[in-house]
């Protein structure tokens, strides 16, 4: 019970309940922490609930209408396939629900206190939490901010009407007839894919000379030309200018080269890139925690800001606005509280596009190990000639291996294809590991199987593959 307005003591504050927050506060926990939690919207984050998991959960619905209704490659004839749009985000929000849900179970569980509202840092021991109906003092040891980040909103395309941020696309009450999308990176290119898959005519305006320019040209080309096939207009080396939209439509205006273009849809997304929360009322510049002049929060190896018991892990520090990177970097900051060496190091980091087909990497790019210095040995073996993929009737993509060519050590890894989301699991720990394309090649690979192809390319590198014929 509070007398007056004391401050309550905690050994750790952890702000925001995202991937990295709940993460972090659950291990801390486990640690022996007394923990809060503090999380403004809900528990989860944007992950949980308007970003990765909702995102894929659309996706996997709009893959199984476009697989219904290609069923006849299999010999299958069936009625002509359907959407009840409304009963796919019933889908879509049910699994939203079990997820957030179960996180709260598990801080439940891990006895972290939990409070809904926001955090104001009154000096860098102590902080104000409040919501409409209260506003306690916390006095902390140690605090934890996982604030994360929100969709970047250009002035020339402010949210609102038919001008949307993903999190706008994720909750529309219809299928619209046609979108732009102004940013052709993977939230762009995975919520246009989806939508172009449920009969959306799609139009990607991306400035760059390729949509996915996060991942290898060979890669990228491949998602490309699956665009295409469903009648998605790619537009490179364009820059969006403006947007006028009426109650039923919008058009875009963009330029490429000296050529100005307009293009009107029932929608507009626009997918820019993520800015951190570190502004607003937290007050991180009040008590001396020290940003870039991007807004992302100067940390060491252990994720710990320019005041030693103050940490910040996720979205607000440099480095892919990834969940997974988050959660990797909570455990980090609660074990360096609890007085572990743990700290964080980048070498893996798969990044993961859920296109289709799905991209993959991890590690260094060919380039990268160029630049490095390696003498570098490559191994590629496509999905076509694999006797999975061909059953699965899904015979795009390739396996690429980036090795030291000196001592066989696997120094990257880049997938496009079926599940290329879960295969680059394998190469993660490979790198991770130290092993090297021998270790790979005697790993044995169960038949028949996708990842298969991991082992082909490592012998495809090591000059004796059995599967094709080296030129």
Do not use: W
Not at 275 to 299: A, Q, S, Y
């Amino acid at each position: 019970m509070v007398v007056g307005d004391a401050s309550l003591d905690i050994d750790t504050l952890v702000i925001g309940a995202g991937p990295g927050g709940y993460v972090a506060a659950i291990r801390a926990a486990q640690l022996g922490q007394n923990v809060l939690v503090v999380e403004k919207e809900h528990v989860g984050g944007v992950c949980l609930n308007v970003g990765c998991i909702p995102s894929k959960a659309l996706i996997s619905a709009a893959h199984q209408y476009e697989s219904v209704s290609h069923a006849s490659a299999f010999g299958i004839e069936v009625g002509e396939a359907k959407v009840d749009f409304t009963k796919v985000q019933e889908f879509k929000s049910g699994i939203v629900k079990k997820l957030t849900g179960g996180v709260a179970s598990l801080l439940k569980a891990n006895k972290v206190q939990y409070f809904q509202g926001e955090v104001m840092f009154i000096n860098e021991n102590e902080a104000r939490v409040f919501n409409d109906q209260e506003a306690p003092r916390y006095r902390f040891k140690n605090c934890i901010i996982a604030t994360g980040s929100r969709p970047i909103e250009l002035k020339a395309f402010p949210y609102g009407g038919r001008i949307v941020s993903s999190t706008g696309a994720l909750s529309l009450p219809e299928i619209p007839k046609s979108l732009v999308v102004i940013g052709g990176g993977y939230i762009g290119i995975e919520l246009g894919q989806m939508y172009s898959k449920f009969g959306t005519k799609v139009t990607v305006i991306e400035g760059s000379d390729s949509v996915l320019p996060g991942f290898d040209k060979d890669m990228s080309s491949i998602v490309a030309k699956k665009l295409k096939a469903k009648n998605v207009d790619i537009v490179t080396g364009a820059q969006a200018k403006s947007a006028e939209q009426t109650d039923k439509d919008v058009t875009v205006t963009y330029t490429v080269g000296d050529k100005e273009e307009k293009v009107t849809a029932d929608y507009l997304l626009v997918t820019v890139g993520r800015r951190p929360n570190t502004d607003g009322e937290l007050g991180l510049d009040l008590i001396g925690v020290k940003t870039t002049d991007r807004g992302l929060v100067e940390v060491d190896q252990q994720c710990r800001t320019s005041i030693p018991h103050i940490f910040a892990i996720g979205d607000i520090i440099a480095g892919p606005a990834l969940a997974h990177k988050a959660m990797y970097e909570g455990r980090v900051a609660a074990e360096a509280i609890a007085g572990q060496p743990s700290v964080i190091d980048y070498k893996c980091v798969p990044a993961v596009c859920f296109s289709d087909p799905e991209c993959a990497s991890v590690g260094l790019s060919e380039k990268e190990a160029k630049e490095q210095g390696h003498n570098v040995k490559v191994g590629k073996f496509p999905f076509a000639i694999n006797g999975r993929a061909m059953s699965l009737n899904a015979t795009e993509g390739f396996v690429k291996l980036v090795a030291d060519a000196d001592s066989g050590l696997v120094l990257g890894a880049h997938i496009v294809g079926l599940e290329a989301s879960n295969m680059i699991a394998e190469l993660a720990l490979a790198i991770e590991m130290g092993a090297t394309l021998e270790d790979i090649a005697l790993t044995i690979h169960a038949h028949p199987t996708l990842g298969e192809i991991v082992l082909d390319a490592a012998e495809v590198a090591l000059g004796h593959p059995i599967h094709t014929v080296v030129k």
